[in-house]
Structure formats: structure tokens, C-alpha cells
């Protein structure tokens, strides 16, 4: 397995890749970023003709804004999307409360167009992604694969909290979010044999403490390999003790995906925090510096933390997970 964490700036795009008798890929999330849509550029690059699987993450700009192009062009390319899954029910309404303004409506009315386009003419599987009825989790496998994915949020819980506006924690959002939307991330485990590696999206933390409860026979006879920091690095969506209860390899490597922004993302303390802990942070975006009003060895520790600067022409940071489940990193 192969897990890539592209650089698209302030937001999400995933790529995962497996081989069984055919190159398969799964995309989870897709910026558009300084107008490159590398999970496009991705797809030429690999000559890839079939997606398995599609997954929309939560509906917010920074992990929607490429969507409706990648759908456009592998309609245009005849490239074969099996299924598109997103944490929404499937009702355009529904859908753009999530975002304010118009442009980020009209990219989430046509990535509905599409994927509803692509169920009638195509027999894509279209259909939105929750977790059974709270408190549960919902297992499935992942096509021609031996790893299999467990969907721990958001349930319908979380859909209740977003429908009645109950507050979120962490309002560092884009003025085109909606950040009630943030009740609707995702958090995936993907797993095989006891080992798994962990996708939370912008998730908030009481769903974390959940999680933590509801699903915890999913963790503890489990290690996890690899893990995805939520919402951009923010110390608001950061919870120590959903991190530092697992079972996992060390030092665990952990990725925010982080790019020019003016939270102060990622947070300083939280990247310390992690390396105090056994974590290995990586930035999908090296070259991020931000300058808060601190001390000069806070400063210090935040450079020690932060990796080399990449070049411009890389895809992003990826992860190879052997059979033996060792994890190797590489710049793209």
C-alpha cells in the first residue's frame, strides 16, 4: 500500500495505491491549488484508466475545489470511476449549506451534477458516507484489496449536531466554509492484520473523545503505522489523548496537510507536543514558515521540527507500507 499526501497548499488531496492483477487507486479529497490540480496531473502520470474509489471527505473548498474538474476530465478521458462516496446526503440544499458564496456553490452543484450524471450513465456507485446509526462504525472493503476500510465518523450524531448548528470548537475557517460542515469529516482506518493507518480530516475534537469510546476495540488490538493530523495542524483540533493511547509503531509518522495561511497552522506547541510523544511530523508543504508573536525558542523548536525545503516540482510526501508493515517515507 501507498499513501500519498499531495501538496495543494491549505487543503487535502489523498491518493492511495495498491496492486492486485491491476494498478488500483483511491482519491480521497481534491484541491485546486495556484490553478494545478495534481491529482489530475497524478492520474496522466500513471496512465491510470480505472478509480475505485472517490471519496469527498467533508464538503469544504479546500477538499472539494478540484473535484468537479477531476470528474470532468475522467468523463472526457473514458476513465471509469467505480464509486464516489461523500459525507452529505444526496441533496444539492444540503450540500451548499455547507459553503457560503458563489463560486463555491457552483463547484459543489457541479461535482452533484456529475457524480449523479456518472450514476445514470455510467453505473458509478454514488452514494453519501456515514457510519451506522450512533453509536457504531461501518466496515468496508476496499475493491481487490486485502486492507479494508472502517468508517468512524461522522454518524449520525455528528449529522444531528450539523443540521441543528450546534458550535464547533474551531471557527479558523475560510469565509467560503461553513465551519458547521467540520461535524461531517470523515475519520477512516484503514487496516490489515492488526496494523492500520488513520485519515481524520478537519475533525473536531468531541468527536474525537467519542471515538475514543465508541470505537475503541477498533484500536486496541491494533498498531497504527501512520496517521493524518486534523484540520491543518490547528491545536484546536488537537487531542492528546486520542493520539497517545493507541498501540503504534515509533517514532509514528504523522502528516498535516498545511500550506500559506493566517490560523498560524500548523501550531507551534502541537508539532512539539507530538515530537514529545514519539511522532514524526511531516508538512505536506516543507517551505511553510508562519511568524506568530513568540519567543525566539519557540521559533528554534518549530525549525527543528520542519523538514528540508522540497522542490517546486514535487507532487507532495508518500508513504510505502510494506507486507511486513514497515513505513518508508519519500518526497514524490
Known sequence: ?????????????????????????????????????????????????????????????????????????????????????????????????????????????????LGTKLQEET?????????????????FAIPDCDWTMVLHSPTSSEQEKFLTGYQVSNLEEDPENNPLANWLSSVIQVRKDGHYFLLTSDVEKDVQKR??????????????????????????????AFWNTKPRLKPTHIVISVGRNGYGHPSIKTLADLRKYGYEPHLTNPNRLHKPSIESSALDV????????????????????????EVYPSRS
Open 302 to 325: 518549530f525549525a527543528s521540527l520542519i523538514e528540508k525545503p522540497s522542490n517546486s516540482n514535487q507532487f507532495g510526501i508518500s508513504f510505502e507500507i510494506t507486507d511486513n508493515f
Open 211 to 240: 471515538i475514543g469510546i465508541d470505537g475503541k476495540s477498533f484500536f486496541d488490538d491494533q498498531t497504527l503505522l501512520l496517521g493524518q493530523l486534523p484540520h491543518h495542524g490547528s491545536s484546536l483540533n488537537y487531542y492528546r
Open 123 to 139: 453505473e458509478t456507485d454514488y452514494s453519501y458516507l456515514i457510519s451506522s446509526h450512533w453509536p457504531a462504525t461501518t466496515e
Open 1 to 113: 500500500m501507498k499513501v500519498t499526501f499531495l501538496d495543494v497548499g491549505q487543503g487535502d488531496s489523498i491518493i492511495l495505491e495498491w496492486s492486485k492483477d491491476r494498478p488500483h487507486i483511491c482519491i480521497i479529497d481534491c484541491h485546486q491549488y495556484l490553478d494545478r490540480n495534481k491529482t489530475i496531473e497524478w492520474l496522466k502520470k500513471f496512465d491510470y484508466k480505472i478509480i475505485d474509489l472517490i471519496i469527498l471527505s467533508h464538503p469544504h473548498t479546500d477538499h472539494f475545489s478540484g473535484l468537479p474538474e477531476l470528474l470532468k476530465y475522467c468523463i472526457e478521458e473514458g476513465i471509469k470511476i467505480q464509486a464516489i462516496k461523500h459525507a452529505g446526503f444526496l441533496s444539492l440544499d444540503y450540500l451548499q449549506f455547507c459553503v457560503n458564496g458563489i463560486n463555491p456553490n457552483r463547484l459543489l452543484q457541479k461535482f452533484f451534477e
